[in-house]
DNA sequence: CGGCGTGTTCAGAA
DNA sequence: CTTCTGAACACGCC
């Protein structure tokens, strides 16, 4: 589920209910989604500390806290920040659980993917975030622009992190259809500017709805029905893959051949 | 059992 | 050298 819009929102959770007041508790649930930290350093480090705002970039959720350190969290495809008024409704995916304030975040991940990670603020921080690309809601046009200048395909290069941060394969098949372009076409042939505008206007609306497909109309709802068609023209939409990511909703494979699949323009 | 996936990463092929 | 593909990671759901 996570892309840039979905950990938007768990910034806003968090930013919400969590800053300012002290960690009482860190309780570890699953040693698996933690990096290069134990479970009593951890514990050690945050309690008595305080969440200081958080910040986003692409899809890595920094939290730092009083006292020097951050704490980092990706989401990976199954992952969540959730705040729970006590123990109580606490699921099973929940894998670590700050108690802080008068309630408790969760950071859930069914398939830990990613995880978890402590570090100081500053180098090592840094270090982690480097090879991250500008942020996808921060990258100005004109460097957009240059970006796109690739002989790559489009759409894998814009789910390319390093190149621009944050946005997934839903994002990218939605920006690419509402902009009509092939998802296989060379970057470098698309119209950067048109393309700008679309990616923006793709992530307001769902970082308003603080979820990826804000709404079913979204290209993403007419492909998981059996046969999905196209809100422009209402043909039966086909799909293939490109740079291995099948389009969400896929039931079936079928080559593509038809420059009509799911991104591609239909007149 | 087999296939799939809104995440990243890596080896190896084109 | 660059670009792309497929597998791997871990887990639940068809």
Known sequence: MPELPDVEGFRRIMADHAVGTR????????TGVLHGVSVRRLRATLRGERFEPPRRVGKWLIAPVTGGAVVVLHFGMTGSLDWGDGPDGRQRHDRVVFVVGDGELRYRDQRKLQGLWLLRAGAQLERLLDGTGPDALEVPRSRFTELLAARRQVK????????????????VDEILWRGKVNPRAPAASVDADALHRQMRRVLRSAVRAGRVPPRPSWLTGRRDEPSGSCARCGTTLSHGRVGGRAPCGARTASPVDDPRESGKPVP
């Open 23 to 30: 960690i009482a508790d860190v309780v570890t649930l699953d």
């Open 156 to 171: 894998p290069l814009l789910a390319d992190q390093s190149v621009v941060a944050g946005l997934g394969n839903l994002l």
